[in-house]
């Protein structure tokens, strides 16, 4: 049986972020979900530089216009598919949050039960608590893969360098490492220093300048950078790493988002792997990137999840705007001028308490 629900759509793709003409808040049937799948009731759907992106085309092996966005969500399960329905590990009115990639900024989305992972319990009690539950979906999901993953475990006493801080990737690294009890720097915008200053960051340098190179060499340099810019800065940020420190690249999309002309990340990304490849260096590399339904992502939710649950970790939300075509156009043109720090999201539906 389909549902009628209401979805964000790009109809086309544009040139420039500031022009919202291509989005839009429809009306679309979805179908009842398949064997493997479950259809879930959105409440919240993250918002990121992948709806930017995608809005321009430039999102990498990206879906053909018209498409809907949405890359992460929390919400109620609705339906389960004939297969799920054999299983104990959801039922009807379960919390539940996933990487989505396509389709969260929806009323209702199906989902293939291999992405969900249940919310606890003590995090649906209030909204507050679900926005942070899905901020932590993907953005700290990635921060948690980087700093303490397969290739880099950082640990105390680590000099760590963080471009972004004020992001939400960025301010998900920056907990996680001074939690290891390293020590943090990084840019961010001017305005965010003394705040990033009180959380416990040593060094904030303007994004803007090229002042934190001298400081950190002149500091003995780092031991782990993590750069999601790309394109020239991978150079700067390999520069600065100490013998056996490790550069992690992730997003490369500072040409995207910077409003620049259209320029692949691939060859950066490529001569940021070869670089690690090189003799008679012990400098690493790694481009990270998340692979939502692997075991290692499943895990890494499941971990920040708890420690948002915990309390060993706070989530600061900076902005939140409703899933109307006005919310929608609102939210785009608003990437990069939000003050504050931390996740974005859209609200998608109300929860009953």
Same mark, same amino acid.
């Given at each position: ?39 879930v009731r959105v409440l919240y759907s993250g918002f990121a530089g992948a709806d930017i992106n995608m809005a321009l085309g430039r999102y990498p092996l990206q879906r053909k216009a018209p498409l809907t966005p949405g890359s992460s ?6 339906? +389960? =598919? ?6 104990? @590990?959801? $039922?009807? &009115? #379960? ?48 921060? +948690? =893969? ?6 880099? @475990?950082? $640990?105390? &006493? #680590? ?57 950190? @060499?002149?500091?003995? &340099? ?132």
């Open positions: 049986m389909t549902t009628e629900i209401r979805k964000a759509v790009i109809t086309h793709f544009v040139s420039t972020p500031s022009d919202v003409a291509n989005l839009v808040v429809a009306t679309a049937p979805l179908p009842a979900p398949t064997k493997t799948q479950v259809q969500m929390v919400g109620i399960v609705a339906t +389960l =598919g004939p297969g799920v329905t054999t299983t104990t @590990k959801f $039922k009807v &009115g #379960d919390y539940v949050t996933a990487a989505t990639t396509y389709d969260s900024e929806a009323e209702r989305i199906n989902v293939e039960e291999k992405l969900l992972v249940k919310v606890p319990s003590e995090l649906t009690k209030t909204d507050d608590m679900l926005q942070q539950a899905v901020a932590v979906c993907i953005d700290w999901t990635t921060a +948690l =893969g980087m700093v303490d993953g397969r290739r880099l @475990k950082v $640990k105390e &006493g #680590d000099v760590t360098f963080i471009h972004g801080l004020s992001g939400a990737v960025g301010q998900a690294l920056a907990s996680l490492c001074l939690l290891k009890g390293a020590r943090v720097f990084g840019t961010a915008s001017q305005r965010n220093h003394q705040k990033l200053k009180a959380q416990g960051v040593e060094g904030v340098f303007d994004y803007r300048s090229k002042d934190w190179i001298a400081a950190m @060499k002149k500091l003995g &340099g780092v031991d782990a950078a993590f750069d999601p810019l790309g394109f020239q800065s991978y150079d700067e940020s390999y520069s600065v790493l100490k013998d056996g420190g490790m550069l992690v690249g992730y997003g490369a999309n500072q040409n995207s988002l910077s409003g620049s002309e259209p320029a692949s990340p691939y060859p950066s990304m490529a001569k940021l792997v070869a670089r690690g490849m090189l003799p008679f260096t012990s400098k690493r590399t790694w481009f990270y990137y998340i692979e939502p339904g692997t075991k290692e992502f499943q895990e890494s939710l499941a971990t920040v999840l708890d420690m948002l649950k915990d309390g060993k970790i706070k989530v600061t939300v900076k902005a939140v705007w409703d899933l109307t075509t006005e919310g929608l156009r609102e939210a785009h043109q608003s990437w990069g001028k939000v003050e504050g720090m931390g996740s974005l999201l859209i609200r998608v539906g109300a929860q009953k308490l």
